[in-house]
């Protein structure tokens, strides 16, 4: 079962993810951005070429998603790179939510995925990180 999916929103679209974890939440949120940038994507076919560090700090949930997805979205655009899942923790220690760990990265292969459309940045738009009776969801509005 696919356990993250793209939604519409006007001009905009919208990414969400679902864990049981929020760790898990956050980077199924990343294979739905992924899917923006291609034609088509098999996951189960994806093997990893590399990981980058990424370590964020913010106040609430929300605002570390929004970092987190805007950080993955500028490696797209300076390393011509997809960003395909995410390995690590997510912590509260003095008032601040810390996130640390890698962003799982694949060649941005054309040829293979076919090309898709130009995310600029995720938004505040919708953005909700939330735990349910079922695990966590992970969501925003990217902008297109």
């Keep these: 079962m696919r356990r ?3 939604f519409e929103h006007g001009a905009d679209v919208g990414i969400r993810g679902y864990g ?3 760790e898990e939440a956050f980077s199924e949120m990343l294979k739905a951005l992924a899917t923006l940038y291609v034609e088509s ?3 189960d076919e994806v093997f990893l070429v590399d990981a980058r560090e990424v370590e964020i700090s913010a106040e609430i949930l929300d605002e570390l998603l929004v970092f987190f997805v805007n950080k993955a979205i500028s490696l797209v655009s300076l390393e011509d790179v997809l960003v395909v899942g995410f390995d690590g923790k ?3 220690k003095d008032g601040q939510i810390n996130l640390r760990g890698k962003f799982k990265v694949i060649s941005f292969d054309v040829e293979r995925f076919g090309y898709g459309v130009e995310v600029k940045g995720a938004t505040f738009t919708q953005a909700k990180v939330e735990k349910t009776d079922k695990g966590w969801i992970a969501q925003c509005v990217v902008d297109v």
Aim: charged share 35%; glycine share 8%.
């Design 90 to 92: 997510i912590e509260e």
């Design 4 to 6: 993250y999916e793209t």
């Design 41 to 43: 994507i098999d996951f």
């Design 20 to 22: 049981g974890t929020l």
